[in-house]
């Protein structure tokens, strides 16, 4: 039995995307899923990453399909930049995690205990604060401190304007640090 969809053609799938339609959705991932997965595999080298690439790519499709633009381009060149993207994405952050240098191993005594007491009491006071941010607040934050996303990574992953995402940080920190230093007095 052919798919509803098969019939139209690739660049009126991304306006029926837009409208919410998930079997439009359906229908790009089975036109360009294969080449999605090829395409994040060269880049990442590995079947795991690339897999993750190409959900997150179909992921920003659904989020910003309202944003494609047929005088623009194809409808596949849109998403396989997006799967692209999402792909360099990973690498990046792959490379920066690999990067970071490994902390040396604590030395015992007194001051490190009561260091390690301190470090602890610190990490809950952080997360009981961020736990009394408004969900939207909270997420750009950890999945920029957290995550390792830019602003405009937030920007595109979260469907919202860049300044909508700086509004969300910048109002965050300003209450994170208001909950903490009231948690400190």
């Known amino acids: ?37 090829g395409v994040a595999l060269r880049v990442l080298r590995d079947q795991a990453l690339a897999e993750d690439a190409v959900q997150e790519g179909f992921l920003t499709a659904w989020r910003t399909a309202a944003g494609f633009d047929s005088n623009r381009g194809k409808a596949s060149t849109w998403l396989l930049t997006l799967v692209h993207r999402r792909a360099v994405d990973l ?58 996303l830019t602003q405009s990574e937030l920007a595109e992953r979260l469907g919202v304007p860049l300044g909508t995402v700086k509004s969300r940080m910048f109002a965050a920190l300003a209450r994170l640090r208001d909950l903490l230093e009231a948690g400190a007095a």
């Open 91 to 148: 690498v990046r952050r792959e490379e920066r995690r690999r990067a970071d240098p490994l902390d040396p191993l604590p030395v015992a005594s007194v001051e490190a205990v009561d260091e390690s007491a301190e470090v602890r009491e610190q990490r809950r006071a952080v997360q009981a604060a961020l736990a009394q941010l408004p969900q939207e607040q909270r997420e750009a934050l950890e999945l920029a401190y957290y995550g390792g």
């Open 1 to 37: 039995m052919p798919a509803p969809l098969a019939h139209l053609p690739d660049e009126a799938l991304p306006a029926l995307v837009a409208r919410g339609d998930e079997q439009a959705l359906a229908e790009l991932y089975d036109r360009f899923g294969r080449v999605a997965y």
